[in-house]
């Protein structure tokens, strides 16, 4: 399919510091290792190493979570020192939520593809981290199709992947059109997380996807001595305080904020915060309350029962992976550069830091009316009161700005206030004064012409906002408001045109026309 692309520091939609690090600000250098590039790749694939134990926890947690699958993945190519991994990660969202998690999958799996292409001696899998401990319920429980948002109701609590998705049954109940993709996965599995990976297996296993829920003992065990650091020396927090201070002062705003313990308490039902007060560690909204040596006695029995916060999340990924990069949004690849401190101090690796494709999708309906409004799609990525005034003059029959009319008043009291200034010194705020209320008026003119031209063009421009609005949902972008359903169920090739088009070490926003 056609397929076009736009500058993503012209798409007006990614904070300062994602832009300036996808463009090598030099200021930045400092807060990471290697740039994402071939270059880059080349360098960590040289460096990483993984030990073989780790390799074969991984192995056996991943052949457990996916027994009851089919077609699986040989996972054992994972015990080879020879195989990398390339990650991201998301929450839960019920139907995938939207539709740039789906433009993560792709990216990451691209990704393996290029880098086995680049590198043939070496193996690339492409990983799903599910952000199976996550709590925030409400982020996961909606999506939008055909312009109407489902939402998923429950008094369920604690780790939304531990969550039973039986009543999602109502929201099946009320779809005009179902997906018996997702309806097998949600109605015949226990957990939202076993849910996740069957759906996520169906539709992207056959390209080498890996599905990883890291809610495991075995693999928490592994992160164990991080764990008792964070506990008894709370190193993250101060470390990261450091680094978002430096950022600050130079400018940027940063994502995210530690903790002095950076570790929930995890349970069915439960994951509240895990806070030091007199010695005594405690556990949020709960009666839980531990001395030293009875949460470290808990930690050596049931690592699974601590759960890293979005600062020690990234450390423990790569922990237990031998991953090679990180593929992430605009907000989550500045938060990853306030972390490096803290893979510097444990001696982990730091990844490559990637951001996912970008894009919006035209259909031909939106392309029919674009070619008859003769918009592009550069303009629908300017704000609405930009997009009419440039749109009104464009298809005006008459001039519709006072600029030269202004410009003649400018040159006529310039020669007033010379003839003035020969006789009186003083009269030049009064001439001054004069020239500044014509030229509000003839400014005000100019808007009140503009404004009727407007009204004669009220059929095109009510056509053009509405096209924006269907492109731009609610000003944003599609990718953030729309689901992949919008497009799968009247194109199950869907899936295949994205992993034609997107080359995930090309930097910038895809048009794609479907």
């Known amino acids: 399919m056609p397929c076009q692309q736009v500058e993503l520091n012209s798409v007006g939609a990614f904070p300062k510091m994602f832009l300036d690090y996808i463009s090598k600000d030099e ?5 990471y290792n290697q740039y994402p590039d071939i270059q880059g790749f080349k360098e960590v694939i040289e460096s990483r190493s ?18 009851n699958l089919g077609n699986n993945p040989d996972f054992n190519i994972l015990l080879e020192s020879n195989t990398f991994t390339v990650t991201t990660g998301h929450q839960l969202n019920i139907f995938t939520g939207p539709l740039y998690v789906i433009y993560k999958i792709i990216t990451v799996i691209n990704l393996a593809k290029k880098l086995k292409a680049e590198f043939p001696a070496f193996n690339f899998v492409p990983i799903y981290w599910m952000a199976s401990e996550d709590h925030d319920f409400a982020e996961i ?19 939304v992947g531990r969550m039973n998705p039986a009543e999602l049954q109502a929201i099946f109940d009320e779809m005009p059109e179902k997906s018996a993709v997702f309806e ?45 650091d964070d506990l008894l020396n709370n190193t993250a927090n101060k470390i990261v305080h450091q680094t978002s201070d430096e950022l600050n002062a130079m ?6 904020t530690p903790r002095e313990i950076n570790f929930f308490y995890l349970q069915n039902g439960l ?23 009875e949460i470290l006695q808990i930690l050596k029995n049931q690592p699974d029962i601590f759960s890293p916060n979005v600062v020690l999340r990234p450390l423990y990924q790569e922990t237990i992976l031998p991953n090679l990069a990180y593929i992430g949004g605009p907000s989550e690849v500045p938060y990853w550069l306030q972390l490096k401190g803290i893979f510097d101090h444990y001696g982990e690796q730091f ?68 003839k003035s200034m020969v006789i009186d010194q003083t009269m030049k705020g009064a001439v001054e004064a004069e020239k500044t209320k014509i030229i509000t ?17 009220e059929t095109s421009v009510t056509q053009l906002l509405g096209l924006k609005q269907k492109l731009f949902p609610d000003g944003g972008l599609q990718e953030r408001k729309e689901n992949f359903l919008n497009f799968y169920l009247n194109d199950k090739d869907f899936i295949n045109k994205l992993l034609a088009e997107f080359d995930p070490l090309v930097y910038s926003f895809n048009i794609l026309e479907i």
């Open 351 to 418: 990844p490559l830091l990637m951001p996912r494709n970008f894009a919006l999708v035209v259909n031909q309906a939106s392309q029919k009316r674009m070619d008859k409004l003769g918009v592009t799609t550069d303009e629908l990525f300017t704000d609405d009161v930009t997009l009419r005034r440039s749109f009104v003059e464009r298809n005006s029959d008459n001039s519709l700005s006072l600029a030269f009319e202004i410009d003649d008043v400018n040159e006529i009291f310039e020669r007033i206030l010379k």
């Open 27 to 31: 200021k930045l250098a400092k807060f």
């Open 251 to 256: 400018g940027y705003h940063t994502q995210i």
């Open 141 to 159: 429980a909606s999506f939008n199709l055909f312009g109407k948002t489902y939402q998923w109701e429950t008094t369920q609590k604690g780790a």
């Open 50 to 67: 993984f030990s073989n134990t780790k390799r074969k926890t991984l192995v056996d947690v991943l052949k457990k979570q996916y027994q």
């Open 184 to 228: 097998e996965a949600y109605l015949k599995n226990n957990t939202l997380s076993d849910a996740v990976r069957q759906y996520m297996h169906q539709l992207f296993g056959s390209e080498g996807l890996v599905c990883l829920d890291a809610d495991e003992a075995a693999l928490k065990g592994i992160f164990s001595e991080v764990i008792k």
């Open 271 to 293: 994951r509240e915060r895990i806070v030091k007060d007199n010695n005594v560690y405690k556990v949020l909204n709960s009666e839980l309350h531990f001395t030293e040596s």
């Open 441 to 457: 008026s003839l400014e005000n003119l100019e808007k009140r012409i503009k404004k009727a031209e407007e009204r004669n063009q």
